[in-house]
């Protein structure tokens, strides 16, 4: 069975971060109640007729652009002809002829090694309506009807389940940083069907599609199951038919739906109440402009700037905060960047809140880590503040103040402390003297102590350690 190889293709449908939908002016929403973002061209009512959204054609060009696509500047849109409860028109307004863009990729990496995943075109079409299925009965939501998606469709490049997640990972990541679609594929924005074969030769077997897997990693699952039915298929002598599958979460394998017909049924035919459109070139080189710093150029900056691998992650990971990293690096991108992958972000998930949802300013930023530069404040002080600042914001020097947090760095002042504190502990400086390490510490948190928190501890550590040697005390 080892000497099989898969081959994998992948057709990823992605809705536009539109605010309306594509061919009317209805809301594009997932709030609301079921049934309440349509209207009369989205039910596909008699005289109606489509307008098309310019904005959604624009962020289908940025995506094409951000893929290397060769682009379609002259396009028309076409009639697939279907019957199915979720499409009210009878047929989906697509581009079969004319995609947006053809002949692009995507680079991917895999244990070290990068590869370009080829992209056979992306085109622009609008949504269904969503099945909600129950035991004995189902429900159609047309709010998801006439949504714009575009459909991004490999070429059958990937030989491994990590290839493909390697490869979907990498697109939602660029669509996000790109803001062309939030690419939730736990409500639907994102959906996957999987092309897979296996060969034993250099000649592509007979492929099967597995439709609206509902997450990278069971993706991964749905191509490991699929490539072992087919082999196990094949080993016993029975062939392998064009079929469509999904994927079953819990048993982990694929089960038929429907065995594919040997042609073309869509009976595509240009969409008559669309006329042909020509993109300017003014327009591609506005939205190749519009076009972000991408995730990749964002790590090697970072790296530049010495924040360390995990908080390079978990910034790139999440968007915003990466975003409000980006308007307060310069002040100190180590110390920043661990503030907010550390306790910003463990506030943001105890709270359930996106950072827009807080307080917290790049002027606050600024001056935490200015503090924290000139000793003013200590890490533990930051932890008491910064959830203050969060909630309520404010100002950071008369926080500190009302906190009780302001440092005493006068050495003056701090010795004296020092000194009481030594005087009050003489088991502890006789530790100190047969060379046992955790006296130091224990005189540290005496002095901290009777400070209430407010001496400098660098300076006082130093103090401690000069007084201590000085070797006269008895």
Do not use: W
């Amino acid at each position: 069975m080892n000497n099989y190889q898969k081959t994998i293709g992948i057709e990823v449908h992605c809705e536009l971060k539109t605010k309306t939908k594509m061919f009317s002016d209805t809301l594009n929403s997932y709030e609301g109640s079921e049934n309440s973002h349509i209207n009369t061209i989205d039910l596909a009512y008699p005289g109606t007729l489509p307008l098309i959204n310019h904005g959604a054609v624009q962020l289908a060009l940025k995506a094409a652009l951000l893929f290397h696509c060769d682009i379609n500047k002259t396009m028309s849109f076409d009639r697939k002809n279907y019957f199915y409860p979720d499409l009210p028109k009878g047929y989906q307004i697509t581009q079969a002829r004319t995609p947006i863009g053809i002949n692009g990729y995507v680079m991917i990496e895999v244990q070290g090694e990068k590869k370009k995943v080829r992209i056979h075109d992306i085109h622009i079409e609008e949504d269904t309506a969503k099945s909600i299925h129950q035991v004995d009965k189902s429900y159609l939501d047309f709010n998801r009807s006439g949504v714009p998606l575009i459909e991004i469709v490999t070429e059958p490049d990937m030989h491994t389940e990590e290839e493909a997640m390697a490869y979907l990972h990498k697109l939602r990541e660029l669509l996000v940083y790109a803001d062309i679609s939030d690419c939730k594929m736990e409500e639907g924005s994102m959906r996957c069907d999987v092309n897979v074969s296996v060969s034993m030769n250099e000649q592509l077997g007979v492929r099967t599609e597995t439709k609206n897997i509902g997450s990278i990693s069971s993706v991964g699952k749905a191509i490991k199951a699929e490539a072992k039915r087919q082999i196990e298929a094949l080993e016993n002598g029975e062939k392998i038919v064009e079929e469509t599958r999904r994927f079953d979460e819990k048993d982990e394998k694929t089960i038929l739906m429907r065995v594919k017909e040997t042609g073309n049924d869509y009976r595509y035919f240009p969409e008559p109440n669309i006329p042909e459109f020509t993109l300017t070139e003014e327009e591609i080189e506005e939205v190749k402009q519009s076009i972000p710093k991408m995730p990749d150029a964002l790590r090697e900056e970072y790296h530049e700037l010495n924040v360390n691998e995990n908080n390079i992650k978990t910034l790139i990971a999440h968007r915003e905060l990466c975003s409000f990293f980006e308007q307060v690096k310069e002040y100190d991108s180590v110390i920043t960047s661990n503030l907010l992958t550390g306790d910003v972000l463990s506030y943001l998930n105890k709270n359930n809140l996106k950072i827009k949802d807080i307080k917290l300013t790049k002027e606050h930023m600024r001056d935490i880590v200015q503090k924290i530069h000139d000793q003013e404040i200590s890490s533990k002080q930051v932890k008491k503040l910064l959830p203050i600042l969060m909630e309520k914001g404010g100002q950071v020097a008369i926080l500190m103040n009302e906190l009780g947090m302001v440092q005493i760095s006068d050495d003056h002042a701090l010795q004296q402390l020092v000194d009481q504190v030594i005087a009050d502990n003489p088991a502890s400086v006789e530790d100190f003297k047969n060379g046992k390490d955790r006296a130091i510490k224990y005189l540290m948190g005496q002095i901290m102590k009777a400070s209430r928190g407010q001496a400098n501890p660098v300076s006082v550590n130093r103090l401690l350690l000069d007084t201590l040697n000085k070797g006269d005390l008895n």
